[in-house]
């Protein structure tokens, strides 16, 4: 095939990739089986001219600043999510018998995942590993979205990160690393209304 059959082919592939977005109404259409296809061959004829960099990345889902994307320039992943859900009791002990257990309410869910970081791959482990420990340590707590949704219905606080260096070169540069992070749930703080009482004082709710 000619280059300027290439072009004219990459220059219907875009036309078509934005006229499915307009017609679908969607905020993200690479998230539809429709978009996935278009997006996939508008990437593959973009590479064979060098242009895949310019291409909108493939958004996996994002935790703040952070976004999981998945490209042929750029690949930053998650792995092993998990999901741990609490609840929280009380122990009331009896002499001669087993203690009773008392159920108090649900307790905040615990999340964790990995994550691996490659120069090869688009990305700097050590400014990655930075970049997450800067949101443990501030205790900034944000929304995990994965594929375009609230993974839990409250935002969510790092409680610990621990880090590997998986490669090292001959120059003590870091080429390769991973991380497993853990997450909290960080309710909001309910809000307490104050009813006026009659006669005075008032009563907190």
Partial sequence: MSNISLFSKLGS???NYKKNLNSQGLKNLQNTQLGDVA????????????LGGYLPQRQLGSFGKIVFVASSHTVRTFDALARNINARTASHEI????PILEFLGPDA???????NFNKLLGVDPLKEIEEVSKMCREGQAEQLIINGK???EH???ITSIS???NTIDNRGNVLSASINVTLKEAPDIPKVVIIPKEGGGTNAN
């Fill in 109 to 115: 869910d615990d999340i964790t995942f990995t994550m």
């Fill in 95 to 98: 002499i001669g018998q087993k």
């Fill in 150 to 152: 609230p993974f839990s």
């Fill in 155 to 157: 935002k969510l606080l």
């Fill in 13 to 15: 592939t875009v036309a």
């Fill in 163 to 165: 880090a590997a260096m």
């Fill in 39 to 50: 997006y996939s061959r508008l990437s593959n004829l973009a590479d064979k001219f060098g």
